[in-house]
């Protein structure tokens, strides 16, 4: 069974960066690829980025050339590096490995505002 902890999130003002963390257990992290997901207030919950095990990365539009996915599998650890945070990317996120989802962590809140 595998458990998902992400930290990292807090309140930023618009133009600041962020990076959050997303540590997995229970699983063999490596062969598996992660993603990002958000979840906006009164939004569905929305893909950000994945990576393969092999360092592929693919972004959604909103996020391309601002945030980068990257992963430790020494850590079992996934990242996501955050610039140029706009009050649109205020949501919980949460990760998760693909296609076969695990349960859910408790996410991490981001909220960029001035």
């Known amino acids: 069974q595998v458990q998902l902890v992400e930290s990292g999130g807090g309140l930023v003002q618009p133009g600041g960066s962020l990076r959050l963390s997303c540590t997995a257990s229970?699983?063999?992290?490596?062969?598996?690829?992660m993603a990002w997901y958000r979840q906006a207030p009164g939004n569905q919950r929305e893909w950000v980025a994945t990576?393969?095990?092999?360092?592929?990365?693919n972004y959604a539009e909103s996020v391309k050339d601002r945030f980068t996915i990257s992963r430790d599998n020494a850590k079992n650890t996934v990242y996501l590096q955050m610039h140029s945070l706009k009050p649109e990317d205020t949501a919980l996120y949460y990760c998760n490995k693909v296609p076969d989802r695990a349960d859910w962590g408790q996410g991490t809140r981001v909220t960029v505002s001035s």
């Open positions: 990576i393969t095990s092999g360092g592929n990365r």
């Open positions: 229970g699983s063999i992290f490596s062969r598996n690829a």
